[in-house]
Structure formats: C-alpha cells, structure tokens
C-alpha cells in the first residue's frame, strides 16, 4: 500500500509518500513545501494544489491521509487552515483517492506512543521508523506520521492487513471471526 500523507498549512506544507509493505514501511518522497514566496494567499492555495496534483500523478498513491484541523488561538489562522486542507483533499478527489483524515494526537500517539509528544520527537520517530539517513523536515516528518499512522491503523493487532478501504479490523472484529473463537464443547 502507498499513502500520501499531508501536514496541510499556509505557509509551509509537510508532504510524505510512505510505502507499507508487511509490516515494514518505506519512504519514498519527503518534503516540506515552502508557500511564502507563492505570494497572496489564494496563490499559495493554488501552489498547494498544483504540488499535489504533481505528487499523486508522480508517485501515484493508493490512499491519501491528511491531518484534521484544531482550533488556533487565531480564528483566521484556523480558516487558513482549513482551506489549505480542502486544496489539498480537492486534489486527492480530483485523482480518485480515498481520504482519510486524523486527529494530531491520534497521529502522535500512533507514531510516538503519546498524543502530547512534541515536533522533535515526531521527526526522530520517523527518522528511526523509515530508516533515514538524516533528519526529515519537520513539516515533512509530521506528513510522514500521518502516513504512517494510516498504516499502522490499516492494519489490525493481530497484523492482518484489512481488504477494504478505510476499514481497520480490531482485536474484538478478529475474535468475533469464527476461527479466532474457542468453542466449549
């Protein structure tokens, strides 16, 4: 499975295209896209889905994960947000990729081992998780964990990877499988 996973802002988006093959993830573009010398804000929206048009028709994606907005101090910092997202998620539908969209903590937790871990730690666990040779962008490493923690939850406690997409098979779906049961005799 490969999965585009995006770290959505205004002014820098994170872009991390991870393959996830047996338990065993890859990276395969990392980036961080720097939007301030795009100009005016609805330039920087229309670079954004530009580049991401260019990532899905370059690396061809299987899924596409974005991280979920929260609440800035700044209402207009969150509306910025929030429309450097739908860009975003315009370009993955344009392309017919599934979306699928996380919390930052959920994202954190999944990578980490807790919702509360800060950017430094974020970047080393993707470091340590794909291999890499020197330190991701830090954009590009919170776009790498989303992608990663869309694997991680693609595939189920027991490792079994789910055939549909979207849908995460729990340890309770797994013992409710006939062959997973005891039965008393």
Do not use: W
């Amino acid at each position: 499975m490969r999965v585009l996973g995006v770290d959505p802002g205004s002014v820098t988006t994170g872009v991390g295209v991870i393959d996830f093959e047996h338990g065993k993830a890859r990276c395969i573009h990392l980036e961080s896209l720097a939007l301030k010398a795009a100009g005016s804000f609805s330039a920087r929206l229309g670079v954004i889905f530009g580049l991401m048009d260019e990532i899905i028709a370059q690396h061809q994606p299987d899924e596409f994960a974005i991280e979920q907005i929260f609440m800035y101090r700044s209402p207009e910092s969150s509306l910025k947000l929030a429309q450097a997202r739908g860009v975003a998620i315009a370009a993955a539908v344009r392309r017919g990729l599934p979306v699928h969209e996380y919390m930052p903590a959920v994202v954190k937790q999944a990578v980490v081992g807790t919702g509360r871990a800060d950017k430094l730690q974020v970047q080393h666990m993707v470091k340590r998780l794909l291999s890499l040779s020197v330190d991701p962008p830090a954009d590009g490493a919170d776009a790498a964990a989303v992608a990663l923690c869309h694997c991680f939850r693609r595939t189920s406690l027991a490792g079994v990877e789910s055939n549909e997409p979207g849908v995460e098979k729990t340890a309770m779906q797994l013992l409710a499988q006939s062959r997973y049961r005891r039965r008393s005799r």
